[in-house]
């Protein structure tokens, strides 16, 4: 049976699945990362934050609506871990 690990935020703040309105998201369901792939941003006041795989593996869910409000510790993406 497949191991699997939540990403969560380090930080309260918005989280966002794209860099811009116009980019294309970080990642998709579905998609593989690497460790250190970058899977969305957290924004603080004009900061924004990398939120990356801590492991190789597959996207199963985002936990999180894009341009949703998050707080530390929420819950963002599930992922199938290689």
């Known amino acids: 049976m497949a191991e699997k690990t939540i990403i969560t935020s380090p930080m309260p703040g918005v989280f966002y699945r794209k860099s811009d309105p116009e980019e294309p998201p970080y990642a998709?369901?579905?998609?593989?990362v690497e460790a250190g792939?970058?899977?969305g941003l957290v924004g603080?006041?004009?900061n924004f934050h990398d939120i990356k795989a801590d492991e190789a593996g597959t996207v199963l869910k985002f936990l999180a609506e894009n341009e949703a409000e998050v707080d530390a510790g929420?819950?963002?993406v599930e992922l199938e871990v290689d």
């Open 74 to 76: 929420d819950e963002l």
């Open 37 to 39: 792939d970058v899977v």
């Open 44 to 46: 603080v006041m004009k």
């Open 28 to 32: 998709e369901e579905g998609d593989s």
